[in-house]
C-alpha cells in the first residue's frame, strides 16, 4: 500500500526481503512521476495493482537515483519513458551487457564490480535469472533538471554523496521534500564489510561498522543546503527531517 505524505505525494514502503526500496509517486495535474523503477517484473505488478487498488494514477515517467539493481532493474517492464542522469546510465548500459549465472555473479565480486549482497538478493527475487533485462534510461541528464508535471515541479538534481557517484534526488519544492534514494547511505561497494545470507539479520550491524567518507558527505550536505526542505526519505528507512539527516551523519 502506498503511504500518504501531502495530496502530491505517495509512498511505497521497503520491503526487505528482496531489498525493494521506498516509490515515490508524485502526482501533478498533468503527469505523474514515478522515483524508482522496482526491482524485477514481478514488483512492477504488483506496484501496478497497489496503485490500482489504492485509486491512484498510474505513473507517466520513470526516472530512477542510481544504477543499484533493485532501483534499476524494474525500469523495462513499465514500458514508459525512463530518465536517470548521465552517469547512472553509463553504469547501466555496461549492467546491461552483464551474464547472470552462478560464475558470472561470483567473478564480478571478485573484481569488485558487485557485492555479495547484491547477487543474494537478486538470487532471491529472481528464481529464473533469465527474466533480468537491464535497459539504459531514454532521457538523460547532467546536473539536474526539472519536470513540470502541472501544478507542480520535481526537480532531479546530481548530487553523488557517501553511497555512490552517481546518485540523483527527487526535490519537490511546493511539497518542501525530498526523496533521497540511496544518497545518504554507507559505501557498499568501495568498502569491505561481511555478508551472510545465513545470518542476514546482522546486515544493520555490518553495515553500521563502514565508516563516512567525510569528504564526500561534507561535499553532499553542502549541496542539500541549497534545497528548501523540511522533510527526506532515504531509500530503505523512513521520513526524517532535515534535522534528522543532518544528525544522521554525526
Ligand atoms: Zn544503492
Given at each position: 500500500?502506498?503511504?500518504?505524505f501531502?495530496?502530491r505525494?505517495y509512498i511505497?514502503p521497503?520491503?526487505?526481503?528482496?531489498?525493494?526500496?521506498?516509490i515515490?509517486?508524485?502526482i501533478?495535474d498533468?503527469y505523474?512521476?514515478?522515483f524508482e523503477?522496482?526491482?524485477?517484473a514481478?514488483?512492477?505488478?504488483l506496484l501496478?495493482?497497489?496503485?490500482?487498488?489504492?485509486?491512484l494514477p498510474?505513473?507517466d515517467f520513470i526516472a530512477i537515483?542510481?544504477w543499484h539493481?533493485?532501483h534499476?532493474f524494474g525500469?523495462?517492464?513499465?514500458?514508459?519513458?525512463?530518465?536517470a542522469?548521465e552517469?547512472?546510465n553509463?553504469y547501466?548500459?555496461?549492467?546491461?551487457?552483464?551474464?547472470w549465472?552462478d560464475?558470472?555473479?561470483?567473478?564480478r565480486v571478485q573484481?569488485?564490480e558487485?557485492?555479495?549482497?547484491?547477487?543474494?538478493?537478486?538470487?532471491?527475487e529472481?528464481?529464473?535469472?533469465?527474466k533480468?533485462?537491464v535497459?539504459?534510461?531514454?532521457i538523460?541528464?547532467?546536473?539536474?533538471?526539472t519536470?513540470?508535471?502541472?501544478?507542480?515541479e520535481c526537480?532531479l538534481?546530481h548530487?553523488?554523496?557517501p553511497h555512490?557517484d552517481?546518485?540523483?534526488?527527487?526535490?519537490?519544492?511546493?511539497?518542501?521534500f525530498?526523496?533521497?534514494g540511496?544518497?545518504n547511505?554507507?559505501d557498499?561497494?568501495?568498502?569491505?564489510?561481511?555478508?551472510?545470507?545465513?545470518h542476514?539479520?546482522?546486515?544493520?550491524?555490518?553495515?553500521?561498522k563502514i565508516?563516512?567518507?567525510?569528504?564526500?558527505v561534507?561535499?553532499?550536505?553542502?549541496?542539500?543546503?541549497?534545497?528548501d526542505?523540511?522533510?527526506c526519505i532515504?531509500?530503505h528507512?523512513d521520513?526524517?527531517?532535515?534535522?534528522?539527516?543532518?544528525?544522521?551523519?554525526?
Open positions: 500500500m502506498f503511504n500518504k501531502s495530496d505525494i511505497q521497503p520491503e526487505h526481503f528482496t531489498d525493494r526500496p521506498n515515490g509517486l508524485i501533478g498533468k505523474t512521476l514515478l523503477a522496482g526491482n524485477s514481478e514488483n512492477v505488478e501496478k495493482g497497489r496503485l490500482l487498488a489504492d485509486n498510474q505513473p537515483s542510481h539493481w533493485d534499476s525500469m523495462d517492464a513499465w514500458n514508459l519513458p525512463t530518465i542522469g552517469k547512472t553509463e547501466l548500459k555496461k549492467v546491461s551487457g552483464w551474464k549465472d560464475e558470472s555473479m561470483t567473478g573484481t569488485g558487485d557485492i555479495v549482497f547484491c547477487n543474494e538478493m537478486i538470487k532471491r529472481y528464481p529464473d535469472r533469465d533480468i533485462k535497459i539504459p534510461a531514454d538523460t541528464f547532467n546536473d539536474s533538471m519536470i513540470d508535471l502541472g501544478g507542480i526537480q538534481v548530487v553523488a554523496g555512490a552517481d546518485s540523483v534526488v527527487c526535490y519537490i519544492p511546493s511539497e518542501k525530498v526523496f533521497l540511496d544518497s547511505g554507507k557498499l561497494y568501495g568498502q569491505p564489510w561481511h555478508f551472510d545470507i545465513e542476514e539479520d546482522d546486515f544493520m550491524e555490518e553495515t553500521g565508516p563516512y567518507d567525510m569528504e564526500k561534507n561535499a553532499y550536505l553542502a549541496l542539500l543546503d541549497k534545497l526542505f523540511t522533510h532515504g531509500g528507512a521520513i526524517m527531517t532535515k534535522e534528522q539527516l543532518y544528525k544522521s551523519f554525526e
